[in-house]
């Protein structure tokens, strides 16, 4: 039996609109993000959608006996392994604010974290307090994963067995999703699925071409928002941390930046946006799939790192300078972009089901 601990930090909603905080969810399929940045779950129930978003962190405190009853009695997030108590999601945040030190991701650049001895530990944890054990046996999950890196000689395929693995022990009968895929299923249901999805998280850009809500081209590059932290830190003479809170709630992309800071991530949005089209020019012109499109595709920028205004004008610009093999008629911003891949997992089990 699952035991629910969790007390979500009452600025939660500010950060991620749509999540509810609560018991672990459960009843009908569920559709589950486990990004370097955030875990985010959604689930359908009846006719309403809710999601759920934690920091995918954890806080590393020497073992006592005090402190682990201390977290019990305030109902806190954490787990004990191998002589440790971690401190997980937004209460690990809670305890590096508090005591300083090093916040710790059990994920890196999309893929679970070799370097982090206890990472097995901390993504069953964090699992455990978002999603109690499947009511019925075999119920369906859908988890993302990030395409094959082509900046990087990482694989997925580890990740996304250790990741099946634990949503199995839980009792779902679990399936994944490619996460650019994802976005299309989301965002582009009135295009037929049709048109390219991309994902713009903490340490990964996800991007799947799709047709007809078959993924033709799907690949990841292992730069997102944390790269663009470190890069414009490192230029500026401040620390990521600092630069992360000026890009998530100051940034405006279509407005001159106002000081260093800005100017730093003015800079490093625009390289990664070049980077990112240049791999869309090469990996589309590339393959011979591409198939025969009677008008043009839409283009769906999400994920974290999409959030701040101006970001689709300055997607724009990158992609005016180079040329792909298929026409963008429109590129979009996702509805909710911190939440739209676990949306899209859903989508895939809903869309099964119902036939569409
Ligand atoms: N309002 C905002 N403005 C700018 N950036 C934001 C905003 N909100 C979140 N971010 C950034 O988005 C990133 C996290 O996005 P997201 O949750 O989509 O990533 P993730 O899915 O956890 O990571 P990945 O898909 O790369 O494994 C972080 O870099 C964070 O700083
Ligand atoms: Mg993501």
Redesign the pocket.
Known sequence: MNTINEKLPSDESK?SKGSIPGEPLSTGPLGI?I????I?VAQKRGEREITRVQL?AFYTLSYSRMTEIALLNEGGMFVKANGKLHALGYQAENFANIVGGELKRP?AG?ILNAKEEDTTFIIKGLLDKLISNAPVENMKICFSV?GEPIDSAASIFYHEAIIKKYLEQKGYQAESVN?GLAVVLSELAANNYTGIGI??????C?VCFAYLAVPVVSYSIRK???Y??AMSAEAVGETPGKV?IV??LQ?NLAKAPVDKIQTGLHIYYEQLFGILAKSLQTQLGSTDRIPLLRKGIPLVLS???A??PGAVEKFKQALDAIRLPVSISDIILAKQ??LT?ARGALQNILSVESGK
């Open positions: 950060r993000d990004g370097t940045a955030n985010v995918n994920i999309g990030p996460e994902s713009l998280g903490g340490g990964m996800n997102g928002g944390d663009i932290d992360r890009k998530e940034l994920g974290g790192a959030a701040p972009p911190l891949t």
